[in-house]
């Protein structure tokens, strides 16, 4: 149990093109999903937080304008890129939270998705 | 804003030799998760600690959560060639309600 896909797994695109990636909870129902982005050889930084049916709330730094992300059901959110630069080439992973029959929290993470952008 | 200091931040052995890795913080977390990732690939999940002074044991590997909270460690034991990868911490904040990720342990096991 406790599978969280992504698609695509591996995306390059143009420079100014917008980039959708999807990511969804296959076996349970996740009220808030979390985007990292991961540049090569360091570890996870959080971009922001999604939660069903609100807005995501962004940490600092990241542009809400530039990643739309958007959580439309209890197992599916998406990351946008919008107007990709090659500077926003990166490893980009999501991860599902809830909360576990022993009430612990725990976050099952998807498999990632490498963007280049050219 | 909380911070999770990992170390070493590169490790290489011997197959065999034993290791202990260190996640640091000056918060406190109400659980701490330890991962290792592929490259390429999402972390995945190893262990989760919720009570301070809690320890637990994987096989070869023994996780430990601070008293406070604040700080645990990852122990191997007769490292193998497979346990080669980056080891991540992660603190998840009661109050911020979101995962803070420490800075990594890359580890190299040489056969």
């Known amino acids: 149990g406790a599978v969280v896909s992504q698609h695509p797994s591996r995306v390059i695109c143009k420079s100014g093109t917008s980039v959708k990636i999807e990511c969804r909870s296959l076996?349970?129902?996740?009220?808030?999903m979390f985007w990292y982005r991961q540049f090569p050889k360091q570890s996870l930084m959080l971009m922001a937080t999604?939660?069903?049916?609100?807005?995501?709330?962004?940490e600092q730094g990241v542009e809400k304008d530039k990643f739309l992300i958007n959580h439309a059901s209890l197992t599916l959110s998406t990351l946008t890129v919008t107007s990709a630069h090659p500077e926003d080439s990166s490893f980009y992973i999501c991860?599902?939270?809830?909360?576990?029959?022993?009430?612990?929290?725990?976050?099952?993470f998807g498999p990632g998705t490498r963007l280049t952008v050219l | 804003t909380q911070l999770l200091e990992q170390s070493p931040q590169f490790l290489s052995i011997q197959e065999g030799e034993n290791l202990t890795v260190y996640c640091n913080s000056s918060?406190?977390?109400?659980?701490l998760q330890w991962y290792r990732q592929e490259p390429g690939e999402g972390p995945v999940l190893l262990v989760t600690?919720?009570?301070?002074?809690e320890v637990k044991k994987l096989k070869r590997l023994t996780f430990q959560f601070g008293d406070a909270r604040k700080d645990s460690s990852l122990h191997i034991t007769a490292a193998q060639p497979g346990d080669t990868g980056l080891y991540l911490c992660?603190?998840?904040?009661?109050?911020?309600?979101?995962?803070?990720f420490g800075t990594g342990t890359r580890l190299k096991v040489l056969a």
């Open positions: 991860s599902a939270f809830t909360l576990t029959l022993n009430l612990s929290d725990e976050q099952f």
């Open positions: 076996d349970f129902q996740a009220t808030t």
């Open positions: 999604s939660n069903e049916g609100s807005k995501a709330t962004y």
């Open positions: 918060s406190v977390f109400s659980s």
């Open positions: 600690v919720v009570t301070g002074g």
């Open positions: 992660a603190g998840f904040g009661s109050r911020t309600y979101k995962y803070i």
